[in-house]
């Protein structure tokens, strides 16, 4: 009954909230998202919400900020992205600030956006079009959709070349080395969590030329640090959801118990942005090259 009272509420109040719209009417269009839904949106949406960072940050890129009405708690980059006003987490989505926000499209994550969320905006006549990003290549297919979505093409063609090109530069210039160092990616302290082969830092570390000690079919396998010596780590990456500086450091200075690991010996350890390796936006480029410094100095003239 909550449920059924919730639903007429919010109806009443998109009802009331698309008469108050000021956005010139665009024809309809039926199409097909990622998740395989057909999906009917207008032709050339006028206020966007964004489901999950990632979205965000692709809606930017594109120079359509102009068109968000509305973001996830965790919309951080660009720095302009934390003055949108919030939706709630992409997980646990605000329904009722989402309708209040007059949104003509919403832009979905298949993986993230709980279903039931997206399948009630839909009843109350919000289009969602969701994306399915598992891999390097359908974040640049995604782009290249939210381009079309979004009246930008030619600007998502440009991202795409251009992301395509320093992976590219990055594969190249692998290709000449003459070892992968074995790699431990940290993700978390307690348990030690790592990254197994269907995550987008295995693909990452893969085409940074490395070998990937965690891999496997579990996602986010967990370890003792006892079993982490005889991975044998050339290269350890500490990339925590904790975001304080403390936590992070004491991760790393928990590593120098461990002197006779090849990565704590030679002095391999690096921090970074959780952001680059498991947010499915443009920076995972970036995330490659840094990863490519971190394994290949003598190449990508990075830190050891």
């Known amino acids: 009954m909550r449920n059924r009272l919730f639903d007429i509420f919010m109806m009443g109040a998109l009802i009331s909230g698309m008469a108050l719209c000021t956005a010139v009417p665009t024809e309809a269009k039926t199409v097909t998202d990622q998740a395989g839904r057909r999906v009917e949106i207008p032709d050339r949406p006028q206020r966007i919400v964004s489901l999950a960072p990632s979205i965000t940050e692709i809606i930017f890129d594109l120079g359509q900020q102009q068109l968000l009405q509305g973001v996830t708690t965790y919309s951080n980059h660009p720095p302009e992205a934390l003055q949108l006003p919030k939706v709630g987490s992409y997980v ?168 006779n690991v090849p990565a704590v010996r030679d002095g391999r350890i690096h921090l970074v942005d959780s952001d680059l390796f498991d947010r499915p936006s443009p920076r995972l480029v970036e995330g490659l090259e840094q990863l490519a410094g971190f394994l290949h100095p003598q190449i990508f003239g990075g830190s050891q």
């Open 92 to 259: 646990r989505l605000d329904l009722e600030r989402i309708v209040s926000l007059r949104p003509d499209l919403c832009i979905a994550v298949k993986d993230g956006n709980p279903k039931s969320s997206v399948d009630r905006l839909q009843a109350l006549g919000v289009p969602v079009y969701a994306l399915d990003p598992r891999s390097v290549d359908t974040v640049l297919q995604a782009i290249l959709e939210i381009g079309a979505l979004l009246d930008a093409e030619q600007r998502a063609a440009s991202m795409v070349r251009d992301m395509r090109s320093r992976i590219q530069q990055v594969t190249r210039r692998i290709a000449a080395a003459g070892h992968r160092p074995r790699i431990f990616f940290q993700i978390g302290d307690a348990p030690i969590v790592s990254v197994g082969t269907h995550t987008f830092a295995h693909e990452l570390i893969v085409l940074a030329g490395g070998i990937n000690v965690a891999a496997g079919p579990t996602a986010y396998p967990r370890f003792s640090r006892e079993q982490l010596l005889g991975f044998a780590p050339e290269v350890i990456v500490i990339s925590s959801m904790d975001r304080t500086a403390g936590s992070v450091e004491q991760t790393r200075t928990e590593w120098g118990r461990w002197p």
